[in-house]
């Protein structure tokens, strides 16, 4: 393991970056931008049914996709990775003339690995970082080329890339060597999915395993919708459960997704950051939750993860939280899935607190990581009680 940056790693977008999309606004039609994410932000979040949108055969599209949703990408895929990083405490041992191998399927304009090129210098990675970044728009990876250009002196110094133009359906083909330290799929799995009905994720994922190297860890990110998440974390279910991967996250044990049994809920991450100005001025007529990042991951790993911490007890008293924590009449309730992969209720009699203090639990975000020092198992089905608000200690956010 290499010595790491444990300070909290910060995941906006570097201004460099925003003014590299914000440039192209000089000369096209702001309305016409405007009117090309508005329809992109539809076919992103509302359900698949009519299959899925294509930014990247305009260029207007790619201005589009490059100033709202690269920043956002690029902020999603960062939270899973700090945690990975600082939580669990993964970047796998390289020698100093090794190179960390990123490939990044379905890359478009390369928000995913760009962003973990970033991340892992934040992380203390000195090594160069090659990026084999894969898609079947050759428009997209070319401004994906310009971007790494243009910030090839700071963001993106000691890095190289190699686009391909491919169809992905099949992928990978001849890759049978173990090459690559990390590979990132964002947003994309789920196009692979509605473009062919015999398209099967599990297959797919499995068929990446030759090419990861030891310690190596496969990045999947997804829409927060309830169908594209539950599919997601079926696939890692049955990868896991077949002893293909190791389950790195988003939960704490390496089992199957305790709410897949039910059909209400979803496990999926929310959370909030700093949207850069040009997004928010985008953002003015469109009227999108822009400060609120919603998103379903996994993370697979070739080794099995560390223990969360070796003195805690499998059980509910370390958590993932897969809930708001919500205001009740005198009580504060959430839920989470513990380090036994089981989902539990828990419960804070708010009598006593002040209303800051309320008010600022209520701020922690789905997919916080808790840990809670003392629990009363109360009531049938059984809930778990905090005594105090001291007990309640975060791990990770
Ligand atoms: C929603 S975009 C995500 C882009 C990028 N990964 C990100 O997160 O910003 C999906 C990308 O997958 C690519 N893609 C979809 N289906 C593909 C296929 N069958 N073969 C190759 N690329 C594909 C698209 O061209 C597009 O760039």
Not at 16 to 44: H, M, P, R, Y
Request: proline residues 7%.
């Amino acid at each position: 393991m290499q010595a790491l940056n444990l300070k909290p790693m910060p995941i906006t977008l570097p201004p460099e970056v925003e003014v590299f999309w914000a440039n192209f606004l000089k000369t096209a039609d702001f309305e016409k931008v405007e009117s090309t994410i508005q329809v992109l932000s539809d076919g992103f979040t509302k359900e698949r049914s009519q299959g899925f949108v294509d930014y990247t055969d305009t260029q207007i599209g790619q201005l589009a996709y490059g100033l709202f949703f690269f920043p956002r990408t690029w902020a999603m895929c960062r939270f899973p990775l700090n945690e990975i990083i600082q939580f669990r405490r993964w970047l796998p041992a390289l020698d100093a003339k090794t190179p960390f191998q990123i490939l990044d399927l379905g890359c478009g304009t390369g928000a995913a690995s760009l962003s973990a090129a970033h991340g892992l210098r934040q992380a203390g990675l000195s090594n160069q970082i090659e990026i084999h970044a894969v898609d079947h728009s050759r428009g997209a990876l070319k401004q994906m080329e310009a971007l790494l250009e243009a910030g090839s002196n700071q963001h993106f110094a000691n890095c190289s890339l190699k686009t391909e133009v491919r169809e992905l359906l099949n992928f990978p083909p001849q890759l049978k060597q173990a090459h690559y330290h990390l590979i990132l799929c964002s947003f994309a799995l789920n196009e692979l999915s509605a473009s062919q009905r015999e398209f099967d994720p599990v297959k797919w994922l499995a068929n990446l395993k030759p090419s990861l190297r030891e310690g190596g860890l496969v990045l999947v990110i997804e829409p927060a919708l309830r169908a594209t998440a539950r599919q997601l974390q079926a696939t890692a279910d049955h990868l896991i459960h077949e002893n293909t991967y190791h389950n790195w996250g988003p939960y704490l044990h390496d089992g199957p997704c305790p709410m897949l049994k039910g059909e209400r809920f979803w496990n999926h991450e929310c959370r909030r950051w700093t949207p850069p100005n040009s997004l928010e001025l985008l953002n003015r007529k469109l009227w999108r939750s822009v400060s609120e990042l919603k998103f379903s991951y996994t993370a697979l790993g070739l080794n099995s993860a560390p223990a969360v911490h070796p003195s805690f007890p499998k059980g509910p008293q370390t958590c993932r939280l897969t809930s708001p924590i919500s205001q009740k009449k005198g009580f504060l309730l959430w839920s989470g899935v513990g380090t036994d992969g089981a989902v539990h209720v828990y419960e804070l009699q708010t009598r006593g607190m002040k209303k800051a203090e309320i008010k600022n639990l209520g701020k922690i975000e789905r997919g916080t990581l808790l840990n809670f020092s003392a629990l009363q198992a109360i009531g049938d089905p059984p809930r778990q009680r905090l005594p105090d608000a001291n007990t309640l200690k975060i791990l990770h956010q």
